[in-house]
C-alpha cells in the first residue's frame, strides 16, 4: 500500500517525462514570459499541441499565465518550480556531468546563464565567492543578509540595493547546475543581474546564454578576481 502521507511525486515525475513538456520547462528557466508559439518552436512541436501541454502545466502549477491585450505569455510559476528543475538536471546528468559540460555547444552556458531571473554558471559562482570573501553576506534565518560592507560594495559597483520584500527570499544560496557550487538566488541575485545587465556588463546571448561585454570583462571582471585572489603571505 502506498503511504498516505509520502509527497506525490509520480505526478510531477509524469508533467516532466514528456519531452515536449521538458523542452517547454527548461526553455522558461530562463525567467522571462514566452508566448505559445515560442514554446512550440523550442519545443519542436505544432502551437496547437504546446497549447495543450501548457493547459496541463498551469493545471498542475508548473506554469502561469498572464494575458496581455489579445496576446497569452507563459513563464514558470515560481523559484521553486525553477530549482526542482535545476536539482532534476543535476540528478540527470551526475553520471555524465564533465563530459556533458566539455561539450562546446554548453560552453557559453556553463559561463553564464540566466536562472529564473537571476545569474547562474562559473561567472555567478565567482560572483557568490566575491561577496563571500569580501564580507558582504552574514547568515541570517534560511539564507544571508547584507552587510555594511556589503551595502558599500555593491554602492561601489552603482547599486543601491532595495530593503528586502517581505513576500520573498532575500538572499539564498542555489546550486548551481554546471557548476555543482552554490551561486546567490533571491531578491539580491535578481537585482545585482538586472543592475550588471543595465550598466552593460552582461547581454542576453542565445537562449538562457548571458554574454559578458567587453565593457564588462573592464568594469566588472576585475573586481571579481580581485575579490577571490588567494592573500599574497609575502605582501
Known sequence: ???????????????????????????????EYASAGELARAASITPATASGHLVKLMDASFVVCEPRGRHRYYRLADADVAHALEALALVAERDCHDREWRHPDRQCLRFARCCYGHLAGSLAVKLFDALKSDGCLQSSGDGFELTDAGHRWLSALGLQVNPPNARRRFAYPCLDWSERRDHLAGQLADEIFQHFSACGWLRRGQGRAIELTARGRLDLLPVLKRAVAPANDGA
Open 1 to 31: 500500500m502506498t503511504a498516505p502521507h509520502e509527497p506525490r511525486l509520480a505526478r510531477v515525475a509524469a508533467m516532466i517525462a514528456d519531452p515536449a513538456r521538458s523542452r517547454i520547462l527548461s526553455y522558461l528557466l530562463s525567467g
